[in-house]
């Protein structure tokens, strides 16, 4: 199986910081990886697919990049909306596996 | 917009099992990967199984094997998963999924399974 791994597992940031969070993979994906935010007791949003495409509806504050092992997504002004707690996923071979969550909190 | 739609909680015992649907709507039903994936209080979110009705495939996690089956009817383009042997620990909500894949993801509302003696 694929181990996703993240980091920071949190983060404490301010409104209107830029912030970048790191997904790493134990194996080569190619450029098979989504993001998604989660807030307490709410279903997950997606954010970005393929790496680096912005899911339909999603702000253009969120940024993804990487590809092949190394991952970042990137929010470019942290709004008060956007404290939530982050994953990585892999889809490039079953099982899809999750990274282990990024919390940002103030 | 496609838009998956998910059965109701459930409170189950130890040692039963539990069917949880997921019904498609708005989009193509066979071409695509849908998931399941749960969510046990305070924890993070662990795949599941997965299927492509298409081809029939099926995927299972090795922690789940023999105790999961994911399948999908086609004709009212509705996936299914069954936990079966219930143990405590099987607590979560369970999500189904359409992808990641193409145009991205899509999540169902969720469905709480409570195990419960």
């Known amino acids: 199986d694929i181990q996703m791994t993240q980091s920071p597992s949190s983060l404490s940031a301010s409104v209107g910081d830029r912030v970048t969070i790191t997904c790493r993979a134990s194996q080569d994906i190619n450029h098979f990886l989504a993001w998604f935010q989660q807030k307490p007791g709410k279903v997950p949003k997606a954010l970005i697919y393929?790496?680096?495409s912005l899911q339909s509806g999603v702000s253009s504050k969120f940024s993804g990049s990487g590809s092949g092992t190394d991952f970042t997504l990137t929010i470019s002004s942290l709004q008060p909306e956007d404290f939530a707690t982050y994953y990585c996923q892999q889809y490039n071979a079953y099982p899809f596996t999750f990274g282990p969550g990024t919390k940002v909190d103030f | 917009q496609v838009q998956l739609v998910q059965s109701g909680a459930e409170v189950k015992k130890p040692g039963s099992s539990v069917k949880v649907s997921c019904k498609a709507s708005g989009g193509t039903f066979r071409n695509y990967a849908f998931n399941w994936v749960r969510q046990a209080p305070g924890q993070g979110l662990e795949w599941t199984a997965g299927?492509?009705?298409?081809?029939?495939?099926?995927y299972y996690a090795q922690n789940f094997q023999g105790r999961v089956t994911i399948t999908a009817d086609e004709s009212t383009s509705t996936v299914y998963m069954v936990v079966s042997s219930l143990r405590f620990e099987d607590t979560a909500v369970y999500y189904c999924?359409?992808?990641?894949?193409?145009?991205?993801?899509?999540w169902g509302q969720g469905t709480l399974v409570t195990v419960f003696s």
């Open positions: 299927i492509i009705p298409g081809l029939g495939s099926t």
């Open positions: 999924v359409r992808g990641p894949q193409g145009d991205g993801t899509t």
């Open positions: 393929d790496a680096s």
